[in-house]
């Protein structure tokens, strides 16, 4: 039985669609993300499971019930918002139990309650100071616990991290996902930023204009991107996706491999999985060199199009400079040029 399962879900304000017919399911237990550009549904999606929002069709399922009247008390979850929502004038302590207490909560369980998520947050010798006494990371912490001490099977989360340095953040999120697995627990998390949903998703939703793009895991969203969108989304720097007439017009051996179907085709293909040096290579132009530290990143000037390449080390050459480039036939992805969607059969 899905944790959490969405059947069709619509809503719109008016003219505007802000989800459009969605539909997926997460199992007990996964780490779920909604990633997405800004504007693309995926917190009105959350709002909408959270019950925030109400759906204008379609049906949410949580453990099986459904929940699309239901209000988001009698929806068994909990939430952590991007802005943590912790009471100024609460101490440490009273944030993490104010839930119990609305609750009426027996004395002991909430005892016991704060004792665990103290323990399992490191807040330990922090419980009896106030939000303003803490680190942005205390903080986010603070809020991760008073979700945690419900003892819901879901928790949703509204881009929790993105008030955090580059440093906490990257640090968090490790904190994040060894909690969430250690205690079992259904994470649905909303971000813009693929690096968190790469590194920490079971499933990634990727929405697109109100609309799922692609749901799968985050290792097939990097090797087998559904749509140029998709394959333009994932990565860093992104996937080139070069039209099929470009490569035809500055290549012989592009121009016979893809023939009467060059302006059908655009071709995928990650900077990292470019080569230098080949003689019968796609000759091109260094444009740019940005030095990252443990690599490079060279922008190539092809024709009419621009090409990035990856690439170890520092490399060092003039704007200009002519290069060859070449990469192995199985990292190439193909799309069809007009829809973007990708070709089931590739070049063959």
């Known amino acids: 039985m899905a944790a959490i399962a969405l059947e ?23 780490f779920l993300v909604l990633l997405g550009p800004s504007g693309c549904g995926k917190s009105t999606t959350l709002r909408l499971i959270a019950g925030l929002e109400q759906a204008d069709a379609g049906r949410i399922f949580i453990a099986g019930d459904d929940v699309t009247a239901l209000p988001p008390s009698r929806r068994h979850l909990s939430m952590v918002f991007q802005s943590y929502a912790l009471f100024p004038h609460l101490s440490v302590a009273e944030n993490i139990l104010f839930g119990l207490k609305v609750r009426k909560a027996p004395a002991a369980d909430q005892r016991r309650g704060l004792a665990r998520v103290a323990e399992l947050l490191g807040l330990a010798g922090l419980l009896e100071r106030k939000p303003n006494q803490l680190s942005g990371g205390q903080q986010q912490r603070v809020a991760l616990g008073r979700a945690i001490i419900a003892e819901q099977p879901v928790c949703l989360m509204d881009e929790p991290l993105s008030n ?38 079971d499933q990634v939703i990727l929405l697109r ?7 799968a895991t985050p290792e097939e969203l990097y090797a087998r991107p559904a749509s140029t969108f998709t394959a333009r989304f994932i990565g860093t720097p992104p996937m080139n996706v070069i039209p099929g007439t470009v490569l035809a017009r500055v290549n012989p051996g592009w121009a016979a491999r893809l023939g009467a179907r060059a302006a059908e085709i655009a071709i995928g293909i990650r900077p990292e999985d470019i080569r230098f040096g080949a003689a019968d ?3 091109a132009a260094v444009a740019g060199i940005e030095y990252l530290g443990a690599d490079s990143v060279v922008t190539c000037a092809l024709g009419d199009a621009v090409l ?4 170890k080390g520092k490399l060092r050459g003039p704007a200009g400079e002519r290069v060859r480039l070449d990469w192995d036939p199985a990292a190439t992805h193909c799309f069809d040029q007009a829809g973007g969607q990708r070709l089931a059969q590739g070049l063959a």
Do not use: C, P
Request: hydrophobic share 40%; net charge negative; aromatic share 4%.
């Open 8 to 30: 069709g879900v619509s809503k719109a304000w008016g003219d505007s669609r802000g989800v459009d017919r969605i539909s997926f399911a997460t199992q007990a237990g996964q």
């Open 164 to 201: 955090l340095d580059a440093q906490l953040r990257n640090e968090m999120r490790r904190e994040l996902r060894a909690l969430q697995q250690k205690l079992a627990m259904t994470m649905v998390y909303v971000t813009h930023d693929q690096a968190e949903a790469m590194s920490m998703a």
């Open 209 to 215: 204009d109100g609309r799922i793009e692609q749901d």
């Open 281 to 283: 290579g796609v000759e």
């Open 308 to 311: 990035a390449v990856r690439a």
